[in-house]
């Protein structure tokens, strides 16, 4: 599995379209999440849709990253997965998991 890819491709599915947003509004289901550095508005209905595939993503962090596990790390450890291979070099992309896993 290549997790960046899977981020990015969720990602992509799950935040609106640019046709979806009327008069610069997004509809009323919209789930928004404050990131670390940007605030992204995803389609609910694309997001539940996907919500299993988003968290077999968390299932590839590592232990440090579960509340059984450990219960926090630090993100900036999020770059690595559970066998310790970084999968990202991009902080946008942890921070798009974690945008997911929050929603």
């Known amino acids: 599995m290549n997790i960046s ?3 990015d491709s969720i ?3 799950c935040l609106f379209k640019s046709e979806e947003i009327i008069d610069g509004q997004a509809p009323a289901d919209a789930v928004f999440v404050d990131g670390i550095s940007a605030k992204l508005g995803f389609h609910s209905g694309r997001l539940a849709e996907k919500r299993e595939e988003i968290r077999g993503l968390l299932n590839e962090m590592s232990p440090e990253f579960h ?3 450990g219960g926090g790390m630090t ?3 999020l770059c690595n997965d559970k066998n ?5 070099g991009f902080h946008r992309s942890m921070e798009c998991l974690v945008a997911m896993l929050l929603s």
């Open 5 to 7: 890819k899977e981020v």
């Open 84 to 88: 310790g291979d970084q999968w990202t």
């Open 11 to 13: 990602m992509r599915f």
């Open 75 to 77: 993100f900036l450890n």
């Open 67 to 69: 509340t059984k596990g």
